[in-house]
C-alpha cells in the first residue's frame, strides 16, 4: 500500500512539471503611449518573447515627438512647434522579474536602440540610446496585462540627452 501512494506521488508530480511551465515560451504584442517630463509624447509598439520564470526579450519599435513652448499664443499646441523634434528607433530589451505577487509582477528593464531623430532645423541625424526602467503588470483573466512603465532614455548623438517619462500599455497574447 505505500508502494502505491510513493509511486503515484511521483507520477503526479512528474505529469505536473511537464504540464505546468513558468510563462515558458508566452508571445505578446505590447502597445505602449505616455509622456515624458521634458514636453513629450512617446509610444512604444513592442513584441514581448518570455523566457523561463517570467523574464522576457523584447522587439520594440520607439516614436518621441518632443515639442517647445508656443511664444505667439502661450501655448503648448501651437502647429508651428509641436513637430518641432522627433526620434524614431528600432531596439532590443531584457526585462528581469524582480518581485511576483498572485496577479501582479515587477519587472526591471534594460534596452538598447537605435535610429534617427527629426529637427526642423538639422533635418535627420543618427540616433541611438540606452533605455533602464521598471514595468509593473497585472494579470486579467483572460491573460491579457494592463502594465505601467517608469522609463529612463540616455540618449547620444542627438539634442535631448536625457529623458524620463511614465507609460501605460496592454500586452495582448499571441499564442
Known amino acids: 500500500?505505500?508502494?502505491k501512494k510513493i509511486l503515484l506521488t511521483f507520477v503526479t508530480i512528474f505529469s505536473l512539471t511537464i504540464i505546468?511551465?513558468?510563462g515558458e515560451g508566452g508571445i505578446m504584442l505590447?502597445?505602449?503611449f505616455g509622456a515624458f517630463y521634458q514636453k513629450g509624447f512617446n509610444g512604444v509598439l513592442e513584441l514581448e518573447f518570455e523566457s523561463r520564470y517570467f523574464h522576457s526579450w523584447n522587439v520594440y519599435l520607439d516614436f518621441c515627438n518632443t515639442f517647445r513652448y508656443c511664444e505667439n499664443d502661450h501655448t503648448f499646441f501651437c502647429e508651428e512647434t509641436f513637430w518641432d523634434y522627433q526620434?524614431?528607433?528600432i531596439g532590443v530589451a531584457y526585462k528581469h522579474e524582480l518581485v511576483r505577487w498572485r496577479n501582479a509582477n515587477?519587472?526591471?528593464r534594460l534596452g538598447f536602440d537605435l535610429g534617427a531623430d527629426y529637427c526642423k532645423k538639422?533635418?535627420?541625424t543618427f540616433y541611438m540610446s540606452v533605455?533602464?526602467?521598471f514595468e509593473l503588470s497585472y494579470t486579467l483573466k483572460n491573460r491579457v496585462q494592463l502594465c505601467l512603465i517608469q522609463?529612463?532614455?540616455?540618449?547620444?548623438l542627438t539634442r535631448d540627452h536625457f529623458k524620463n517619462g511614465l507609460l501605460v500599455g496592454i500586452k495582448i497574447p499571441l499564442n
Open 30 to 32: 505590447n502597445p505602449q
Open 131 to 133: 533605455e533602464v526602467g
Open 106 to 108: 515587477l519587472k526591471a
Open 87 to 89: 526620434t524614431a528607433a
Open 20 to 22: 505546468v511551465q513558468a
Open 1 to 3: 500500500m505505500t508502494m
Open 151 to 156: 522609463k529612463n532614455d540616455f540618449c547620444f
Open 122 to 124: 538639422d533635418d535627420y
